[in-house]
């Protein structure tokens, strides 16, 4: 089993306003997501505003730290799965149960985690 990382991107000004209909089928996503995958779920969590970041950057031994995200972007990381899974076939698979990646404001990136030994 390798381990697989999906980041869920979106328009976080899209997810401030999301109809209460499409909030539910975006829950209804996760959900179906967690029942389909259940064990291989090794962590999850869905992220605060991007507002809420704490970034630590620059050169040398005294980074500086600076209120807010990494990078400004439209699209920002809100939530993220950390699975297993036999082969990226199959976290496509389980990752195309998110509703993120039917809505044209948002998706899901898959990365492998790097093996050690």
Known sequence: MSKYMLLIYGDEQQ???IS????????????AFQK?????ILASGQLEP???????RGDGEAPAVTDG????T?????????IEAADLDEAVALSRELAEVRHAHSGVE?????HHG
């Open 20 to 31: 209460a209909e499409d909030m539910a089928e975006i829950d209804a996503g996760h959900v």
């Open 36 to 40: 389909r995958a259940g064990d291989r």
């Open 110 to 114: 898959i990365k492998p985690l790097v």
């Open 74 to 82: 439209k699209e920002v990381l809100g939530g993220f799965y950390l």
């Open 15 to 17: 997810w401030e306003t």
């Open 69 to 72: 995200p990494f990078l400004e």
């Open 50 to 56: 991007s507002s809420t970041a704490t970034t630590l």
